[in-house]
């Protein structure tokens, strides 16, 4: 071994495709201190198949690239190489899709939609490639992690999400130092064209209303929040009796129950109280909608002539159209619908082309509530 004027010691050594990758150095001069270190040092070298001292002559090999005038010292630069290492064996030991798994860990606290969610876009981009998963955080590119979006969705806003998605994994990757960049900032989103949604005609959501109560009354009540409220499908999945005050004619979402995590209360308007006041008051904390709601809108829909044309959130954007043509107040339809601001809600969700004020009235008002 050669001599250094600086005597350094191995404690740990790792080995991977015959490259070092970490090792623990320390001054000669305070080993006498260290020995719980020594310990774990053999004990780590023989499991790696490689002595002590065949560790230490590694390490004066790579003193040997120390240039002679240097002002870095051996220990320092060393210490250099170690950091280096650290990297080297966090990376190497963490592949995609274990760290996957410990971010789904993280996430347990979210909403159980926003958890799934999370879940599906993971599994869905696993699956399609599975020899990415296999690989470390730190070996993917921008252009593979950008191939593999494209290859596990098909559409400009399933994309962006999954980019949301693996933007965060990265995140949480770069926090626990498996990787030193994330190559998902390098991803531009898709600009997504949002299509014009035409809202229902008035025919058409009493047509909904009428197949639900030939079915089941609490059908009927399960459509109605939804045609009437502007509340989101998964919100009304969530509500409990004690949500509904049929005196102050509001409708309370709570904060667990919300997209936004906000509380917000929403107006009921005549023609849905008349339908809750009318039914019998279940269990305060009894879900409005029954287990088997989401089979039974699917069918409630087809029955009602829309099978193979219905639009996600039409109801959402044919409440809005109507309440703004009826009541023309922009800020009480915002609060009601749970947006942050009114700009969503002007360019996207209000529709009122080929709505009269007559219709508008009698959606809300049918002339047949008292």
């Not at 240097?70 to 950091?83: A, D, G, L």
């Not at 590119?141 to 399933?158: G, M």
Request: with cysteine; charged share 30%.
């Amino acid at each position: 071994m050669k001599q250094k004027n600086v005597k350094i010691y191995a404690t740990y050594f790792y080995l991977k495709d015959s490259k070092v990758f970490w090792i623990f150095l320390f001054d000669m001069s305070i080993l006498n201190t260290m020995t719980n270190e020594i310990v774990s040092a053999n004990t780590l070298l023989e499991r790696k198949g490689i002595s002590i001292l065949d560790a230490a002559r590694l390490i004066c090999n790579a003193l040997d690239y120390l240039p002679k005038n240097s002002t870095v010292t051996p220990i320092q630069f060393c210490s250099k190489i170690i950091e280096v290492g650290k990297r080297h064996v966090r990376t190497a030991e963490m592949t995609v899709s274990k760290g996957f798994a410990l971010y789904l860990e993280y996430k347990q606290h979210l909403r159980k939609d926003s958890f799934n969610d999370i879940r599906y876009l993971g599994n869905r981009l696993l699956r399609t490639k599975p020899e990415f998963g296999k690989r470390n955080f730190s070996e993917l590119s921008v252009s593979e992690c950008e191939e593999w979006l494209n290859a596990a969705f098909h559409t400009d806003s399933q994309f962006n999400k999954a980019r949301t998605m693996l933007h965060g994994l990265f995140e949480f990757a770069l926090r626990r130092e498996w990787c030193d960049k994330n190559p998902i900032k390098r991803i531009e989103r898709k600009k997504v064209i949002e299509k014009e949604i035409q809202p229902l005609k008035l025919s058409e959501t009493k047509r909904l209303i009428k197949t639900a109560q030939n079915e089941s009354p609490i059908y009927a009540i399960a459509a109605a929040l939804l045609v009437y409220t502007g509340i989101r499908p998964r919100e009304v999945r969530r509500l409990t009796w004690r949500d509904i005050d049929t005196e102050e004619k509001t409708i309370t979402v709570r904060s667990q129950c919300s997209k936004t995590g906000g509380v917000r209360q929403v107006e009921i308007p005549p023609v849905l109280n008349r339908l809750l006041v009318a039914h019998p008051r279940e269990l305060k904390e009894e879900k409005i909608c029954p287990p088997d709601w989401q089979r039974r809108w699917r069918k409630i829909r087809d029955n009602s002539g829309f099978r193979g044309r219905w639009v996600q959130d039409v109801l959402r954007h044919t409440y809005a159209s109507f309440h703004a043509k009826n009541y023309a107040d922009l800020p009480r339809l915002q609060l009601n619908m749970g947006h942050r601001d009114l700009s969503l809600l002007r360019s996207r969700y209000v529709n009122m082309h080929g709505i009269s004020r007559a219709d508008a009235k009698c959606f809300f008002e049918p002339k047949n509530v008292k």
